[in-house]
Structure formats: C-alpha cells, structure tokens
C-alpha cells in the first residue's frame, strides 16, 4: 500500500470523533497515518462538547430526583450542592477519555501531531513548528466552533465551550439561541438554581423538531421558571462595576445578569488550513463541500464531520470517518454513508428524541399521513406529584402505514428512540408495531399502544 513519494500514505488534521475514527480504521488496514490537533485530543465532543455536557445533566437530574424521592419514602437531610466539585471531576473524566482517545492511536502506530498544520502545496503539510511533510491522502476532520455575533460587548459574553469552566453557578442567565445547546444548558443551570431567560432572534425554539415537542418542551420549561423571549435580537452587552452585565435585546428593556451565553449557531472550522492554496472548494460559511464519498474537488483531499456541509453530529462524523477509510484504504469496494433518517436527541430537561419527518415534512412530502400519539403522565411522575406529562407521536404514511417519523419528549426518550429508530431506519410499519407485545408497566411500551 505505501506510495514512497509520500512521507504518509494519509495525514489527517484535526483529531476529533471522525478524525480519531478514520486514523485508526486507516492505520489498521495497513496505512502509514500522521494526524496534527493543535487543541486536545478526543475534538468538541469529548473535550467541550456533548460528553462534559451530558455529565452536566446527569448532575442536574438529581435536583429533582432529590425532591422526587421523598414521595418514595425518602428522608433526605442536608442536601446541598457543590458546582466546583462536579466541574472538576467532569474535566477529570474528560482527561481520562481523552487519553483513552490518544492510547487508542498510538497503540494503531499513528504518529500524532500536537500543533496546528496547514496545507501549503499539492500533498503537503506544514506543521507549526516548520516541519514540512507530505501525503498521498489528506482528511480534514477540524469541526466547528461557536458563532459569535457582531455586536457591541460581545467580548464579555461567553459560549458553550467556557460553561463547563464557570467558578460558580450563575445567579442569573441569559441564553442567546433557540438550538439544542441553548436549550440543554437552559435546563442544566436552571436544575442547579439559576434564573435562566432563553432569548431567540426568532419566533421558535428547536426549528427542525416536530411542533408537539418543542411546543410541550416550552411549556414545561416555563412550568420550572425558565423565562422565554422571541424576536429579541441581542444589540449590546455592557459590563457593571460588580462584574454583572446590562443587555439591551430588541424591544425589551435593559436587563442586567451574571453570565451571557451565546449559543448562537456553530461555524466550521476552515480558517488558516490553507485550502485556498489547492483550491479546495467551500460554501457561504466556510464548510468544505464533499461528494458522497467525502472527497472535495481535489481528488486527494477528503473531509469530514462537522467541517463540511452535511450533518453536524458526532455519530455522523464517526460513520463518515469509517467509510472514508474503508474505502480509501480497505479491500473491499467504496461506500458511502447514508445521511438519511438519522436519530438526533436534545438533553433538555425533559429530554426530546427524534428520527425521520416531523408532521410537517411529512405532509409536504406524502401529503396524506395519519398522526398517532400518546400523551400520558409516566409513572415515576404521578407517583412524585409531577404533573410534568411525555408524549410520543408517530408520523405514518397515509396509503400503506409506513413509520415516517418517530417523535418523543419525555424521561428516558434517547435511550428509548435508539432502538425504535433501527425499526423506522428499517422501513418498518405501525402494524408491525401494533403486533409487538409491551413490555409493562414501561414508557417504552407507548410506542407499541398508540392511537
């Protein structure tokens, strides 16, 4: 396989969730494979991404977990929290996987990189220090970042990636978005005290999700104290001699708060790679645009994960980075990933689950569908006095019953859609649901009792 022209038969710059996965998947099929992160190990997901924030709300949970258990018969005296002592056995975690990430390519013999590289001519690479090498193959797999708007005092705001490093609990916050990472730390700081007002440029949250759910998701947000406000716009944050912030949105009045977060988007990271110098083509906000086999418009180069113009998320990225080195560097023939019907979940509080059409894409694209849905209190809540009620909805095609989309909000909802997206992903119909047997008395079982 080795091609001697070439110091590397693959280079792969940036070492996130694709990037680890298509070093390691190359390596083991014989190829010579060098890989520079100029960051840390592991990319957004592990070092400041959904793994941190994950454990984030796994700590959120058990405020009302605490509160719930005392309708179980529960004594519990003495509760009190401590944000710095869960911050930083999180950062512990997330060194640990990071170096499981790093074990796992070197134990492959790929040599790492710990600086920024760039590309500076046909196969070659130019690493931070001045080394120059070259390879047959380059991926770049260097993610995205947070968006920050322009606006003035934008400098004393902070994003998702410095949330996870706060020295204290913000009394108050202000969230700018109506994404995903909005609306997961709206519901962590909010489970750990703080008042949290989640502000959006437009007039809905979580655009791409099924109305139900982001409408049911608001209303039990606001229920737990989370305040909402649309077509607010931020124009200007100032800075208080006590280290508060005043914020003038968009037809509102200036409000002051401890923190500012903006989880405004996400925006490639393409700046400084030197594509521009091979030419490798790219979209409005930077994305590298990639063919379905992951290759740009310069044969050599490849591209992966939340860098290009597909699906930001790390399940994707993986995939994406197992068939690229598959293909390039396997036996067998090339194939690509299949970018439809993927399962997405939001770790609001509670958590939303999805995979397939929302009702309205799937009435714009079968126009007659038949809507199934069941809205219940779970157990564990009518036994804790939570009125707080789930609700799962299933999407059907109106001439044969084939499962468009499969929707959920409720406890337990990602863990209960992953197996119930292999059905959808399937091609499965409701009566194929119908005629499975429940498993009770469970959430899950829903899904096999709609109406």
């Given at each position: 396989?080795?091609?001697?022209?070439?110091?590397?038969?693959?280079?792969?710059?940036?070492?996130?969730?694709?990037?680890?996965?298509?070093?390691?998947?190359?390596?083991?099929?014989?190829?010579?494979?060098?890989?520079?992160?100029?960051?840390?190990?592991?990319?957004?997901?592990?070092?400041?991404?959904?793994?941190?924030?994950?454990?984030?709300?796994?700590?959120?949970?058990?405020?009302?977990?605490?509160?719930?258990?005392?309708?179980?018969?529960?004594?519990?005296?003495?509760?009190?929290?401590?944000?710095?002592?869960?911050?930083?056995?999180?950062?512990?975690?997330?060194?640990r996987?990071?170096?499981?990430?790093?074990?796992?390519?070197?134990?492959?013999?790929?040599?790492?990189?710990?600086?920024?590289?760039?590309?500076?001519?046909?196969?070659?690479?130019?690493l931070?220090?001045?080394t120059?090498?070259?390879?047959?193959?380059?991926?770049?797999?260097t993610?995205?970042?947070?968006?920050?708007?322009?606006?003035?005092?934008?400098?004393?705001?902070?994003?998702?990636n410095?949330?996870?490093?706060?020295?204290?609990?913000?009394?108050?916050?202000?969230?700018?978005?109506?994404g995903?990472?909005?609306?997961?730390?709206?519901?962590?700081?909010?489970?750990?005290?703080?008042?949290?007002?989640?502000?959006?440029?437009?007039?809905?949250?979580?655009?791409?999700?099924?109305?139900?759910?982001?409408?049911?998701?608001?209303?039990?947000?606001?229920?737990?104290?989370?305040?909402?406000?649309?077509n607010?716009?931020?124009?200007?944050?100032?800075?208080?001699?006590?280290g508060?912030?005043?914020?003038?949105l968009?037809?509102?009045?200036?409000?002051?708060?401890?923190k500012?977060?903006?989880?405004?988007?996400?925006?490639?990271?393409?700046?400084?790679?030197g594509?521009?110098?091979?030419?490798?083509?790219?979209?409005?906000?930077?994305?590298?645009?990639?063919?379905?086999?992951?290759?740009?418009?310069?044969?050599?180069?490849?591209?992966?994960?939340?860098?290009?113009?597909?699906?930001?998320?790390?399940?994707?990225?993986?995939?994406?980075?197992?068939?690229?080195?598959?293909?390039?560097?396997?036996?067998?023939?090339?194939?690509?990933?299949?970018?439809s019907?993927?399962?997405?979940?939001?770790?609001?509080?509670?958590?939303?689950?999805?995979?397939?059409?929302?009702?309205r894409e799937?009435?714009?694209?079968?126009?007659?569908?038949?809507?199934?849905?069941?809205?219940?209190?779970?157990?564990k809540?009518?036994?804790?006095?939570?009125?707080?009620?789930?609700?799962?909805?299933?999407?059907?095609?109106?001439?044969?019953?084939?499962?468009?989309?499969?929707?959920?909000?409720?406890?337990?909802?990602?863990?209960?859609?992953?197996?119930?997206?292999?059905?959808?992903?399937?091609?499965m119909?409701?009566?194929?649901?119908?005629?499975?047997?429940?498993?009770?008395?469970?959430?899950?079982?829903?899904?096999?009792?709609?109406?």
């Amino acid at each position: 396989m080795a091609n001697d022209k070439y110091d590397y038969d693959l280079f792969t710059i940036g070492i996130g969730s694709g990037g680890t996965r298509a070093s390691r998947v190359a390596a083991a099929h014989g190829a010579r494979v060098a890989a520079a992160e100029e960051h840390r190990v592991g990319g957004t997901c592990v070092i400041r991404g959904c793994v941190p924030k994950k454990m984030l709300v796994y700590g959120a949970q058990f405020a009302e977990d605490l509160e719930d258990a005392t309708q179980f018969g529960w004594t519990i005296e003495g509760k009190s929290f401590d944000w710095v002592k869960l911050r930083d056995h999180v950062m512990k975690d997330v060194a640990r996987i990071e170096s499981v990430y790093t074990d796992t390519l070197d134990n492959h013999d790929v040599t790492i990189f710990k600086q920024r590289a760039e590309i500076t001519g046909d196969h070659e690479i130019t690493l931070e220090d001045g080394t120059v090498v070259t390879a047959e193959h380059i991926l770049i797999a260097t993610g995205a970042r947070p968006f920050i708007p322009d606006f003035p005092g934008k400098t004393h705001c902070i994003t998702s990636n410095e949330a996870f490093h706060l020295d204290e609990v913000p009394g108050c916050i202000l969230i700018m978005g109506g994404g995903y990472i909005a609306n997961e730390f709206a519901g962590i700081f909010n489970e750990f005290g703080s008042n949290v007002v989640v502000a959006n440029r437009s007039d809905v949250i979580l655009r791409d999700y099924d109305f139900s759910l982001r409408d049911r998701l608001m209303q039990i947000s606001m229920t737990k104290g989370i305040e909402f406000l649309f077509n607010a716009d931020i124009e200007r944050v100032e800075e208080n001699e006590n280290g508060t912030y005043d914020v003038k949105l968009a037809g509102h009045e200036v409000r002051t708060f401890d923190k500012v977060l903006l989880a405004t988007g996400r925006v490639p990271n393409t700046e400084g790679l030197g594509l521009e110098s091979v030419g490798v083509e790219t979209g409005e906000k930077g994305e590298i645009k990639v063919d379905e086999f992951s290759r740009t418009n310069v044969d050599y180069i490849y591209a992966v994960g939340d860098v290009t113009n597909r699906v930001q998320l790390t399940p994707v990225a993986i995939r994406e980075g197992q068939a690229f080195a598959d293909s390039v560097f396997g036996p067998d023939e090339p194939y690509s990933v299949d970018h439809s019907c993927i399962p997405s979940a939001v770790f609001s509080h509670p958590p939303i689950s999805s995979v397939g059409l929302n009702e309205r894409e799937a009435k714009d694209q079968y126009g007659q569908v038949s809507v199934y849905t069941s809205d219940f209190r779970p157990m564990k809540n009518v036994v804790a006095g939570r009125n707080e009620r789930s609700l799962i909805k299933m999407i059907c095609d109106g001439a044969n019953g084939k499962i468009l989309g499969l929707h959920m909000i409720g406890p337990d909802a990602p863990e209960i859609m992953q197996a119930a997206a292999v059905a959808v992903k399937a091609g499965m119909n409701k009566a194929d649901f119908d005629a499975t047997t429940a498993i009770h008395p469970t959430v899950a079982e829903e899904l096999v009792l709609l109406k």
